[in-house]
């Protein structure tokens, strides 16, 4: 039994970044390019940017405030804030969510750390296309590699939790999100110079409204989501290492700014690469790792050292951005551990991130070995994928706008989004109507859009 200590982020700076780490992932590098390229280009993003701004920012707002407000776990700030009967659950459901991320985002970790190692030994050079689906296709149900992966990867974000939240997380995020952002610039250099580019930057900013479907607009909410870990405990819980004087409207504005500025950067380093050697943006969920090496090997093939910097460079930071987003879905189960049960940090990390190893090992060879498997007619990593994802995050998101919007107190909440001062009746209104009204009711038609009851 141990005396709860409590961490913070030690700078305004600090808990920006750390946040910001946890929203870029491989959200933004993987699965943002995918779905645009799926959803028909710039009338995606324009609806995207919609969404973050309406749905997203206050919901981010929402959870920063009970967060901080509460000062405790994901699951304790809840009845702290005075939920009562079922609503006290609402957080546990978000950090449990999280933590089922976590076993297979943690599986998606380490194939990028083992296409790093690829890259820097100069393993993806030289390939037919073929080869590369070959490969990848060969890996992942490979029953020993993408393991040992998935210890590494999950060993190194155990050990950045283990440092704890300002020399851990703090100064991982301080450090990894700048280098980030030095090579995507980079990429994004390299990219959009290629000839042939051009067309790839007019598929992503200019938008065809002709294309948009009620499904592009659910697409789109779903992606913010995702994009900006809402709904999963990760904002709660760093919220409540926010110092006091954090203003809470401009961090969600930043972090929601960084997030979508990175995503995209990231539609500017593929799609005018793909356009270069004439590869379809909707590739599909193989666009990283099956057909971004053969794009970087085709557009630099006349500079093989490119080639091997560009690849090298670009797994670097898909690893590095999904190293501080599973650093942030680790968080939240340690924390509950820790405090609800009174097990020292040292302790809980290790028991948080065992249970994610055994599932995730589970994930990892369900895509192999495991593969004749099925619940719903899914092997278990796109089954925990489709819950995770596609059932539990919206729910979680719903679920906590209803209750700071109908349940928690309204002064408290005003106070906490204020930071103590008096913010303009109209601003209000417009945050209550947003919280209490319009975000469920998207959320709602997202959710019943996702389980195919519309049928888009
Ligand atoms: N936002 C992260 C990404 O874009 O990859 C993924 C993520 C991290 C989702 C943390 C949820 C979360 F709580």
Redesign the pocket.
Same mark, same amino acid.
């Given at each position: 039994m141990e005396q709860v200590t409590r961490g913070n982020f030690g700078s305004k700076l600090g808990a920006i970044l750390a946040a910001a780490g946890?929203?870029?992932?491989?959200?933004?590098v993987w699965r943002f390019p995918y779905e645009t390229g799926a959803n028909g280009g710039g009338a995606f993003l324009v609806l995207y940017l919609c969404c973050v701004l309406i749905i997203g920012v206050p919901l981010m707002v929402a959870e920063f405030a009970v967060g901080r407000r509460s000062r405790t776990n994901g699951y304790r700030a809840f009845p702290t804030l005075g939920a009562k009967g079922a609503w006290k659950y609402v957080g546990f459901l978000c950090v449990l969510t999280?933590w089922l991320?976590l076993c297979y985002y943690g599986v998606v970790q380490g194939w990028t750390i083992e296409y790093v190692v690829q890259a820097g030994m100069n393993g993806l050079a030289g390939k037919t296309p073929a080869d590369y689906a070959a490969d990848f296709t060969n890996f992942v149900s490979d029953p020993v590699k993408p393991l040992l992966y998935l210890f590494l990867s999950m060993g190194l974000t155990l050990g950045v939790i283990l440092m704890g939240v300002q020399k851990g997380i703090e100064r991982a995020s301080k450090v990894l999100m700048p280098m980030l952002f030095v090579f995507i610039v980079v990429l994004v250099g390299c990219s959009v110079t290629l000839p042939g580019a051009s067309d790839g930057i007019k598929f992503l900013l200019l938008p065809d409204f002709s294309k948009v479907t009620p499904a592009t607009f659910l697409a789109a909410m779903g992606q913010a989501f995702? *994009?900006?870990?809402i709904g999963?405990g990760?904002l709660c819980t760093y919220a409540s290492y926010f110092p006091k004087e954090a203003n809470l409207f401009g961090n969600a504005l930043n972090i929601a700014g960084i997030d979508t500025m990175i995503a995209i950067l990231s539609g500017l380093i593929i799609f005018p690469a793909a356009y270069a050697v004439g590869i379809e943006p909707g590739a599909g969920p193989s666009l990283v790792f099956i057909t971004l090496p053969n794009v970087f090997y085709q557009a630099f093939g006349q500079w093989p050292w490119l080639a091997y910097a560009f690849s090298l460079m670009f797994y670097l930071l898909l690893a590095m951005a999904a190293l501080t *987003?599973a650093i942030?879905?680790l968080e939240p189960p340690t924390l509950w551990i820790h405090e609800e049960f009174h097990i020292r940090r040292r302790y809980a990390a290790p028991i948080a991130t065992a249970i994610c190893v055994l599932v995730g090992i589970a994930c990892s060879l369900s895509m192999g070995v495991w593969d004749g498997y099925k619940i719903g007619g899914m092997n278990l990593f796109d089954f925990f994928d489709f819950t995770t994802a596609k059932i539990l995050l919206p729910l979680g998101g719903l679920l906590t706008a209803l209750f700071v919007g109908w349940k928690m107190d309204k002064k408290a909440l005003l106070s906490e989004i204020s930071n103590e001062r008096v913010l303009p009746q109209t601003l209000i209104r417009i945050y209550y109507a947003l919280i209490r009204v319009v975000l469920p009711l998207a959320i709602i038609a997202i959710f019943l859009n996702e389980l195919g009851l519309f049928g888009f």
């Open positions: 946890s929203a870029i992932g491989l959200g933004n999280g991320i995702f *994009s900006l870990s999963m990760c *987003s942030s879905l």
